[in-house]
């Protein structure tokens, strides 16, 4: 059994390049974004979203996150434009948050940390399988949404409803009829750069949309996403929280802004 990679000082963020050596590549990801020295450019497009709630299928624990999964078998729900050359396809969406409040981000905008975020991963069908995309430079889109705390959101209320299927680790549940775009937030400006996935491998295949303006959860809210456990039904509990990865060195990668 290969040693499994986690966020505690053994097996976290700073010893995954032991195993997977790409994690000190020159495109890693997350960044921390210093707003003064990113330039406005008027090339990039906006950016859609057209997603099919019946493409939802099951939220599932896997000890390192929560994942909900859609069907990705054709052009059901598709992401669109932004920096993109074509259209892409919703395989998942899961998210990184902190044990407080005042942490779980893992992009960080001028210091500024989140509660959490939230990241959607689309892959782009010309290279016909996910597998294959994520082999590419361009293979893999993902829209980036911090969350912030203040005022309750309903929709995010339809997702962490469906935790209490799936506290331990290994569970999975029917999740369906959800449409993530209700969790957008309203300005649909966006930061983009070319970076990698978050936990290992980290293979550097993604378009980055980061989107600047954050949505609102609740306290409460952010608390039942840490009432999750990493650890499976029959092992001693073990809380879900802390599963974000710190900046990585931006290495002379350009980040563009769609805004002024």
């Given at each position: 059994?290969?040693?499994?990679?986690?966020y505690a000082s053994h097996n976290g963020p700073d010893r995954w390049h032991e195993?997977?050596?790409?994690?000190?590549?020159?495109?890693?990801?997350?960044?921390?974004?210093?707003?003064?020295?990113?330039?406005?450019?008027?090339?990039?497009?906006?950016?859609?979203?057209?997603?099919?709630?019946?493409?939802?299928?099951?939220?599932?624990?896997?000890?390192?996150?929560?994942?909900?999964?859609?069907?990705?078998?054709?052009?059901?729900?598709?992401?669109?434009?932004?920096?993109?050359?074509?259209?892409?396809?919703?395989?998942?969406?899961?998210?990184?948050?902190?044990a407080a409040d005042d942490h779980g981000s893992e992009h960080t905008v001028d210091?500024?940390?989140?509660?959490?975020?939230?990241?959607?991963?689309?892959?782009?069908?010309?290279?016909?399988?996910?597998?294959?995309?994520?082999?590419?430079?361009?293979?893999?889109?993902?829209?980036?949404?911090?969350?912030?705390?203040?005022?309750?959101?309903?929709?995010?209320?339809?997702?962490?409803?469906?935790?209490?299927?799936?506290?331990?680790?290994?569970?999975?549940?029917?999740?369906?009829?959800?449409?993530?775009?209700?969790?957008?937030?309203?300005?649909?400006?966006?930061?983009?750069?070319?970076?990698?996935?978050?936990?290992?491998?980290?293979?550097?295949?993604?378009?980055?949309?980061?989107?600047?303006?954050?949505?609102?959860?609740?306290?409460?809210?952010?608390?039942?996403?840490?009432?999750?456990?990493?650890?499976?039904?029959?092992?001693?509990?073990?809380?879900?929280?802390?599963?974000?990865?710190?900046?990585?060195?931006?290495?002379?990668?350009?980040?563009?802004?769609?805004?002024?």
């Amino acid at each position: 059994m290969a040693k499994e990679w986690g966020y505690a000082s053994h097996n976290g963020p700073d010893r995954w390049h032991e195993l997977y050596p790409i994690a000190k590549g020159d495109n890693q990801s997350p960044i921390e974004l210093h707003t003064k020295d990113i330039r406005h450019d008027p090339s990039l497009l906006p950016w859609s979203a057209s997603y099919d709630p019946a493409s939802c299928k099951t939220i599932l624990n896997n000890g390192k996150t929560c994942r909900v999964v859609f069907d990705d078998t054709y052009d059901r729900s598709m992401l669109r434009g932004g920096p993109l050359t074509g259209p892409y396809r919703l395989r998942q969406f899961h998210l990184h948050w902190g044990a407080a409040d005042d942490h779980g981000s893992e992009h960080t905008v001028d210091g500024v940390k989140y509660a959490a975020e939230l990241h959607l991963v689309h892959w782009n069908p010309k290279y016909n399988t996910f597998g294959e995309a994520l082999k590419q430079p361009d293979g893999i889109a993902v829209v980036g949404i911090f969350l912030k705390i203040g005022r309750e959101k309903g929709e995010f209320q339809l997702f962490l409803d469906a935790l209490d299927k799936i506290k331990t680790k290994g569970k999975e549940a029917p999740f369906t009829h959800f449409d993530p775009s209700s969790l957008f937030p309203t300005c649909r400006d966006y930061w983009t750069y070319h970076g990698s996935f978050t936990t290992p491998p980290c293979e550097e295949c993604i378009v980055w949309l980061l989107l600047k303006e954050p949505i609102t959860v609740s306290s409460n809210q952010m608390a039942k996403l840490r009432s999750l456990f990493s650890s499976a039904e029959n092992e001693p509990p073990v809380p879900l929280v802390g599963n974000w990865r710190p900046p990585q060195p931006i290495k002379g990668r350009v980040v563009r802004a769609s805004f002024k």
